[in-house]
């Protein structure tokens, strides 16, 4: 079946510019996380849903960075201002329901963001 | 000092050879335990989940859990030049949104 699909899959764009990462889970996946992974800080966790509300958003390095999901399904990772910092590989997984209950996550292959 | 350390390698073995990574972490709450492979450019695939210490095989893969050490193992038999990739080990609480903590991630190579 389909697994998690991220697009774009590269993005290359310039110092000061806003952008937009979406990631489309796996069908029935309730609980959806957003991580960055980057060279000198392995990967990180961002922020997760559970439905459509983010229970945490402690991995969010800055009021830069928001995300937000509609219709329990797809999933928008926004960077605004960015800065050359933010350049990283941004992966999404998603999972069965997240709460009483641990799920394995799958993970989509991400959008390598690249700023100039 | 980090959460779950694992050596960055790399592991570089003969094709056929037991591969053997592990990692270690010092918050005792963690109660699931994973390891993903990684090839270049794509996402990690998930390939043990296990819960509480003791062993899982699946395949040429076998999981070990020792909670008591703070020390998780995977060994990989038979190897081959395919599963020439970075190993990740990951780790959640039981609740607390099920966020994944990774290791750094140990690279291997298998040689033919």
């Known amino acids: 079946g389909a697994g998690v699909s991220q697009s774009p899959s590269n993005k290359v764009t310039e110092k000061g510019k806003d952008v937009e990462l979406r990631c489309d889970p796996i069908?029935?996946?309730?609980?959806l996380y957003w991580y960055r992974q980057s060279l000198g800080q392995g990967l990180e966790f961002l922020i997760y849903?559970?439905?459509?509300?983010?229970?945490?958003k402690s991995g969010l390095p800055s009021d830069r960075f928001s995300a937000e999901r509609t219709g329990g399904s797809v999933s928008t990772l926004t960077i605004q201002r960015t800065q050359q910092e933010d350049s990283a590989v941004y992966l999404c997984?998603?999972?069965?329901?997240?709460?009483?209950?641990?799920?394995?996550?799958?993970f989509g292959d991400g959008t390598r963001l690249s700023i100039l | 000092q980090k959460e779950v350390e694992q050596d960055p390698g790399p592991l570089s073995v003969p094709e056929g050879a037991i591969v053997s990574l592990n990692c270690t972490y010092s918050?005792?709450?963690?109660?699931?335990f994973m390891w993903y492979r990684q090839y270049s450019r794509k996402g990690p695939e998930l390939l043990m989940y296990?819960?509480?210490?003791g062993n899982k095989e699946d395949g040429r893969f076998t999981a070990q859990v020792d909670k008591s050490s703070k020390y998780i193992s995977l060994f990989i038999r038979d190897s081959q030049p395919s599963d020439s990739a970075t190993y990740l080990c990951?780790?959640?609480?039981?609740?607390?949104?099920?966020?994944?903590?990774f290791g750094g991630g140990t690279r291997v190579l298998v040689k033919p």
């Open positions: 997984a998603s999972s069965l329901v997240a709460t009483g209950s641990n799920q394995p996550q799958h």
């Open positions: 069908s029935g996946h309730t609980a």
């Open positions: 849903f559970q439905g459509n509300s983010a229970p945490d």
């Open positions: 918050n005792s709450a963690f109660q699931y």
């Open positions: 296990t819960y509480s210490s």
């Open positions: 990951a780790m959640t609480l039981k609740a607390a949104g099920n966020k994944l903590t």
